[in-house]
């Protein structure tokens, strides 16, 4: 890899991992005080208006975002094309949402989702607004801008739901999170970035750009509406606690699995798409990324799974414990998502929407197939179907890459399957302490030292060259943040 590359490699790493650990430590100090301020009720309630909220970012964003990081020659005027498209797809969207919002009520039998919904939904709006800026950010691959501005809003946006929570507003709270996190994020790009948009407009950008991001709209689309799938299930067939559940432990599990995408996925596709005519260079990149994934995402992801119960406890309190079932098996269901990121990205980068259009057709099938299948047997039974699937998905994912790549099977199996391993005996033995200690803290905290240790034995022991490569990657990263700062 280039010294240039590798830089700007080790600075996108470095900082999306600053910008991930920096939320998710603002963001688990104030689930914390929210989960024991408000009801499973508050969180079915917002899971059930997030479901077109998040719809909505995707229509917005249309793909154009990734369009724009590929072009290597990107004009001002596309720019201003994309910048103009978002907010007039965010203002349309915003009109139809206000007006849908009582039949969306209607749907869940919740009146109180009209008046939810309406002011959630002006988070659309924000959220158009600085897709251009942060799109600069990522194709400059300066994420040390983007963490900052990531965390700054998350801290602000938190401190104003737990006021509110604290003053009784309940499901309020939830509602002021969401819609002031895009308001500053907003605010806090253009200051940043100090992007101003000019008048500029071109259809004939917009017909290009379409050509590559249809089919990556048609993945978030389906990525969307099955995320939400179970939510919009549970909403309109069980009690509204069973959504809040869910919901809490979906939140949970993609706090991790979310982490991981952004810390370990997150800068690929940037990076990808600068060797992406360079196959050789290619695989080898590809692999390294794939097995120092692994060897992160497995033994942890396995852990939890074994830990869930004093976690929930421990973490949420007792009235959550209803969530331990759905939070193990969502954590098993994001086993391979990781891994399933990079493969996507990989295909992307070398311009192959259309077949990750194809492999996200498949996935969502089979998810689908396993609700058909497993709905009249309860949600424990259909999200081990949905396990399954997911499965099945990463695998199918693998066989186009080797089409694609010529990357041999054997060896994409052999980036990761001794770390499945190692997480499993590692797993194994943590579960085997909640047989020994009855005491639910000291039980979480005996589990997570015993595991920590067997980790870096086991790394050590099976991995060492691995250990080796990551410890110079954790030097190199440190004397990049010191770098940094005196700058």
């Known amino acids: 890899m280039g010294d240039n590359l590798k830089q700007k490699m080790l600075s996108a790493l470095t900082w999306t991992t600053v910008d991930r650990f920096g939320q998710q430590i603002v963001q688990f100090v104030i689930g914390l005080i929210l989960a024991r301020l408000l009801s499973p009720t508050d969180y079915g309630l917002l899971g059930m208006v997030m479901i077109f909220a998040a719809m909505s970012y995707v229509l917005v964003e249309s793909g154009f975002g990734q369009a724009l990081i590929r072009k290597q020659d990107a004009t001002e005027t596309d720019y201003n094309t994309i910048f103009y498209f978002n907010i007039f797809t965010s203002l349309l969207l915003y009109s139809v949402l206000f007006f849908s919002t009582p039949a969306i009520a209607h749907f869940f039998k919740q009146p109180l989702l009209i008046p939810l919904g309406r002011v959630v939904f002006l988070a659309i709006f924000f959220n158009a607004f600085y897709l251009v800026p942060f799109t600069k950010l990522v194709k400059e691959m300066n994420f040390k801008v ?44 253009y200051i940043a970035v100090k992007w101003k948009p000019q008048w500029l407009f071109s259809f004939d950008v917009i017909r290009t750009f379409w050509k590559f991001s249809i089919h990556l709209l048609g993945t978030s689309i389906l990525n969307v509406i099955f995320n939400n799938l179970y939510v919009l299930l549970l909403s309109r067939f069980y009690p509204i606690k069973q959504v809040g559940y869910y919901t809490q432990a979906n939140k949970l599990s993609e706090t991790f699995n979310f982490s991981f995408q952004v810390v370990l996925v997150g800068s690929t ?74 493969n996507i990205s990989a295909l992307n980068s070398r311009g192959k929407s259309k077949i990750t259009f194809q492999i996200e057709l498949i996935k969502k099938s089979l998810i689908l197939l396993s609700v058909l299948i497993c709905f009249h047997f309860g949600v424990i039974v259909m999200l081990w179907g949905y396990a399954l699937a997911c499965f099945i998905a990463y695998f199918i994912s693998i066989l186009y890459l080797k089409k694609d790549l010529n990357h041999f099977i054997k060896h994409q199996l052999n980036d990761f399957i001794g770390c499945i391993g190692v997480g499993l005996a590692i797993a194994t033995l943590a579960f085997g302490l909640s047989f020994i200690i009855n005491n639910n803290y000291l039980l979480l905290g005996s589990q997570i030292l015993l595991s920590g240790i067997l980790y870096l034995l086991s790394i050590k022991l099976f991995f060492n060259q691995l250990f080796v490569t990551s410890y110079q990657f954790i030097i190199e990263k440190v004397a990049l943040i010191q770098k940094s700062k005196r700058k």
Do not use: E
């Open 269 to 342: 596709y940037s990076l990808f798409t600068q060797i992406q005519n360079d196959d050789d260079r290619f695989r080898r990149i590809f692999r390294g990324i794939t097995q120092k994934t692994s060897i992160v995402t497995f033994p942890i992801m396995l852990v939890l799974i074994a830990v869930a119960n004093p976690f929930i406890y421990v973490l949420l309190s007792a009235k959550w414990m209803m969530s331990v079932p759905y939070f193990q098996l969502l954590c098993l269901a994001s086993l391979f998502g990781p891994l399933y990121s990079i």
């Open 146 to 189: 983007v963490a900052k501005v990531n965390i700054f809003s998350t801290i602000v946006s938190g401190i104003g739901g737990v006021i509110l929570a604290f003053m009784h507003y309940g499901v309020w709270a939830l509602v002021t999170q969401q819609v002031l996190y895009q308001f500053v994020r907003m605010s806090t790009f």
